[in-house]
């Protein structure tokens, strides 16, 4: 049910009012498998719930008597106006959730006024995610770097040719993360669905199945979608990854590095699009991001997937920061789940925050809608949070607003 309140000002869903009960919804309305695919971290998940618990360790600050009538929380993102400083983070196979999928999303985005970031193992094309948007809000591509850098640099050319401001290069996967419910359930994309950026990369469709030989010939396409092995060192060199390209198979690159990798990258993407790296949670790393000349940093830890026990996004921010010194922009991803956690993301030095989970828990609830709603909660309570802490532009936001709690339950300035 979806009300007006009485004074006017936006609507509710009276079921959902909040980024938990969203998650609630969520649970019920996913398979298991899609479920633990998307929730689950690396092995105990401590880092992932650190992520959130990150947050609860500050505590805001408000100042009053201030005039906070006209509040403006929007912020630059290359070169377009996004109504808030929040972006939807890249997640994979987003049509597990809802068959809306990464087109739900974009539109979503458009229509909210908010950037989209598109993971390379989208369910739908880039093209077709780039359309929705209709050039409204800025979209940025995650990218793995493949072994065999082909495959990577037909995207990268297809990702600027579809007007893609950026790049997310991610740098936390030289190996994938122990996810254990994704080893029990033997996860695998459903055979409807298709990674759509590299479908054509598959083999032709083979005859239809009314042809006399149409079993053999499915048997045989199925054996070649499993044939998929991911990249080995058999002691003398390093050996590619082998089959139709796979997340599970291709994805891990642990031959990347700052020297040859980076360089490569800025040349098959600039200037037509930004290169960033998205994975970089410690000071030595951000001022090598900064050597290298990269556009942008996004402070993350892969959801809490890849390293368990790893700092939360949060606790990294703040030294990440403080090397950068202002020269290169500081996002950061993980653990968001309320306005006020941008809020105080931002008072830590971030200059924009990624939200990556609540945006699949709204698509799992009602599609497009669900994730609109998702931005619509964060967003008015990041606003609300403006004017109650007493701020009334997002470059006001400072550590001055924030003091610290420690384990005794003591607060510190920052």
Not at 71 to 91: D, M, Q, R
Not at 279 to 301: K, P, Q
Not at 357 to 370: E, H, I, N, S
Not at 397 to 402: A, C, E, F, P, T
Request: charged share 25%; proline share 4%.
């Amino acid at each position: 049910m979806v009300v007006r309140n009485v004074d006017g000002v936006g609507d509710h869903d009276l079921n959902c009012l909040s980024i938990e009960e969203l998650e609630r919804h969520a649970y019920n309305m996913m398979d298991k498998q899609t479920r633990d695919y998307y929730n689950e971290g690396a092995d105990s998940g401590s880092t992932l719930r650190e992520n959130i618990e990150a947050y609860r360790k500050y505590r805001i600050r408000p100042r009053v008597l201030r005039d906070v009538s006209k509040i403006n929380t929007e912020v630059k993102l290359f070169g377009h106006t996004n109504t808030a400083p929040i972006g939807v983070a890249p997640t994979a196979m987003q049509r597990l959730a809802h068959s809306d999928g990464e087109l739900g999303t974009a539109r979503a985005c458009r229509n909210m006024g908010i950037a989209m970031g598109l993971s390379s193992f989208a369910t739908t094309t880039l093209e077709d995610v780039a359309a929705e948007c209709a050039g409204e809000v800025p979209n940025v591509l995650q990218l793995y770097l493949f072994e065999e850098r082909e495959h990577s640099k037909k995207l990268i050319a297809r990702a600027k040719k579809a007007g893609f401001k950026a790049v997310f290069l991610t740098v936390d996967t030289p190996f994938l993360g122990r996810r254990n419910l994704e080893i029990r359930n033997q996860f695998k994309l459903p055979p409807h669905f298709k990674i759509a950026n590299f479908a054509e990369e598959e083999e032709p469709a083979l005859a239809d199945e009314t042809t006399p030989n149409a079993p053999n010939q499915s048997r045989t396409r199925q054996k070649a979608k499993s044939s998929s092995k991911p990249g080995y060192h058999d002691g003398e060199k390093r050996v590619y990854p082998t089959g139709p390209i796979t997340f599970h198979s291709h994805a891990a690159n642990p031959t990347l590095c700052w020297e040859k990798d980076i360089e490569w990258l800025k040349e098959e993407c600039c200037p037509e699009m930004e290169v960033w790296v998205k994975g970089i949670a410690t000071a030595e790393d951000a001022l090598l991001a900064v050597h290298h000349n990269v556009r942008g940093i996004v402070v993350s830890n892969h959801g809490g997937r890849q390293l368990n026990g790893a700092l939360a996004t949060l606790d990294a921010l703040p030294e990440v920061v403080e090397a950068v010194q202002g020269k290169i922009p500081v996002h950061v991803d993980g653990g968001i789940r309320h306005g006020t956690d941008v809020f105080k993301a931002l008072a830590l030095g971030a200059d924009f925050v990624w939200v990556g989970r609540p945006a699949l828990w709204g698509l799992a609830y009602k599609g497009q809608a669900g994730v609109e709603l998702m931005l619509k909660l964060i967003s008015d309570e990041f606003k609300l949070c403006m004017g109650l802490a007493g701020v009334i532009k997002v470059e006001d936001i400072s550590k001055d607003y924030l003091v610290k709690v420690d384990r005794s339950g003591f607060v510190s300035r920052l």
